[in-house]
């Protein structure tokens, strides 16, 4: 049986005191079950307060990206290795805000994914289309690519272990989700194309589904057969909604 999983995305909020409120609230609240993981993935400064407020909770914790590079003349950057001497078990990789943002490629993702993985990290490998590529139909063409880059550059057993999150573009942070059969509808070709090569790494591969989750949609989403929780912005910092969404998993 796969592991279902909700995890939160910090992305560039918090300050060590509202940090502090939060991480108390979910870690008195967010109880222990059997195949179910809940995470928060917080700015790198802030991974010290996440392992010293959460390592006696049921709540693990991570990184939203990592460096390519494990060490060298790479200013700014911070490896993988370096996230996990805190005790962190995930880091997401490929964000579209780091994809379009920063101008990741697929094949810079694929480099942080493997980067992850021999640090010891679960990496969350996030893949989705833009509005205008699910305009022009395109949607499963682009989340095969970004994962297939993925697959090509670290081979396909590099997804045992690890986890995948279909984010539409246009769902992240705007307030419009995907319909629960739209989300489904990708999941599942998501996980034919794995299971095309491999149906025991398919039937293991955890797939999240992120873009404007909350508590009051969150339960509809998980209950389709291929969605095994949920990748959280904007709803992860409240800490009502973000335990709302845990316990609809
Ligand atoms: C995200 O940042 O991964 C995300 C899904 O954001 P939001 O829930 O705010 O749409």
């Not at 392992?51 to 950057?77: M, N, P």
């Not at 149906?199 to 009051?216: C, E, F, R």
């Amino acid at each position: 049986m796969r592991n279902r999983l909700v995890i939160g995305n910090w992305k560039l909020n918090g300050g060590l005191a509202q940090n502090e409120s939060l991480l108390a609230k979910l870690a008195a609240d967010v109880d222990g079950r059997i195949g179910c993981i809940c995470a928060v993935t917080v700015p790198f400064p802030y991974l010290s307060q996440a392992k010293s407020r959460l390592q006696h909770s049921g709540i693990a914790w991570g990184s939203q990206d990592v460096s390519r590079f494990e060490s060298g003349a790479y200013t700014g950057e911070v490896s993988a290795a370096m996230v996990a001497e805190f005790g962190a078990k995930f880091t997401l990789v490929g964000h579209s805000e780091r994809r379009v943002i920063f101008c990741e490629t697929d094949a810079v993702v694929a480099q942080k994914f493997g980067s992850a993985q021999r640090a010891g990290l679960t990496p969350v490998l996030c893949v989705g289309e833009t509005l205008a590529e699910r305009d022009a139909g395109l949607t499963e063409q682009v989340v095969m690519r970004q994962l297939d880059a993925v697959i090509a550059a670290q081979g396909l057993a590099a997804l045992v272990g690890a986890v995948l999150a279909y984010e539409p573009v246009w769902a992240i942070g705007t307030g419009r989700t995907a319909s629960p059969a739209e989300a489904e509808a990708v999941h599942l070709a998501l996980r034919q194309h794995v299971a095309s090569v491999d149906a025991q790494v398919a039937g293991d591969l955890p797939i999240l589904y992120g873009g404007s989750v909350k508590k009051s949609n969150a339960a509809e989403l998980f209950a389709m057969p291929n969605i095994d929780g949920g990748l959280i912005g904007g709803a992860s910092l409240v800490a009502e909604e973000f335990l709302g969404i845990w316990a609809a998993l």
